[in-house]
């Protein structure tokens, strides 16, 4: 049996695993697949990937229409002294039956990773000409001291796609 061996974490370094949970409701008339949005206001219409931080209540007013409105609902209700909200979006798609799944969140120091995965269309089954903005949006538990700028990143398939950088208090 061949021991793994990992690399030395500098001196100071610290990860830790961020509890996640799902802020998904179910789906109105107007957005009828999970993790869509709901396509009655606007919707995040940037092709690539899309990362959204909600630390603080007054940050969900610009959530109208890039989430459903049960998720804003929820949001606005957030005890956000112990949680923030963490949104990735895939981009916008011409087609539908594509999907975003948030699978983890580490948090080293100032800076947190999201792994996440992107799945598209099977190419063999049919897709209809349907616009959609698929995305995930997970609630995370404030675990230790946070008050300070983090930079967040995201990253499918072993690739950093999206990061920014937001004050948590």
Known sequence: ????????????????????????????????RPGMADLSGKVYEDKRPGLLIIARSEETAGLKGLVRPEAQARLQGLDYDHYFAVVV???????????????????WGSGVTIYARFSEPDPNKERGPEITSPYHLVQVK???????????????????????SHYVP
């Open 142 to 164: 404030k675990v230790g001291r946070w008050e300070q700028e983090i930079a967040f990143q995201v990253v499918v398939d072993g690739t950093n796609v999206t990061s920014l």
């Open 89 to 107: 979006f895939q981009g916008w798609k011409t087609t539908n039956r594509y999907g975003v799944q948030i699978e983890r969140i580490a948090r």
């Open 1 to 32: 049996m061949t021991k793994r061996r990992f690399a030395r974490r500098p001196e100071g370094y610290h990860c830790t695993r961020l509890s996640l949970r799902l802020l998904g409701l179910p789906m109105g008339p107007a957005a009828r």
